[in-house]
């Protein structure tokens, strides 16, 4: 089975909260809050090794949109 990392991000206006949880591992971990800044959001995907092999699932709400176009263009 392909290594997969499960990013959770729950979006605010100025701040998102970030869980990861490897494929076959159990239970999420907590990486705790970054800003919710395009930045920031493009360090976290790179810290967590690129967008190969990752699925992210995020707040679909109006703090939400930006991300989801942010992480579409990666």
Same mark, same amino acid.
């Given at each position: 089975?392909?290594?997969?990392?499960?990013?959770?991000?729950?979006?605010?206006?100025?701040?998102? #909260? &970030? !869980?990861?949880?490897?494929?076959?591992? /159990?239970?999420?971990?907590? %990486?705790?809050?970054?800003?919710? +800044?395009?930045? #920031? &959001? !493009?360090?976290?995907?790179?810290?967590? /090794?690129?967008?190969?092999? %990752?699925?992210?699932?995020?707040? +679909?709400?109006?703090?939400?949109?930006?991300?989801?176009?942010?992480?579409?263009?990666?």
């Amino acid at each position: 089975m392909k290594d997969i990392r499960f990013v959770g991000l729950d979006v605010h206006k100025d701040m998102t #909260a &970030v !869980a990861v949880a490897e494929s076959g591992w /159990g239970e999420p971990r907590d %990486l705790g809050i970054i800003p919710t +800044a395009a930045d #920031a &959001v !493009a360090k976290l995907i790179r810290k967590l /090794g690129g967008k190969n092999g %990752l699925m992210v699932a995020y707040e +679909a709400g109006p703090c939400g949109y930006g991300i989801y176009r942010q992480l579409r263009s990666m």
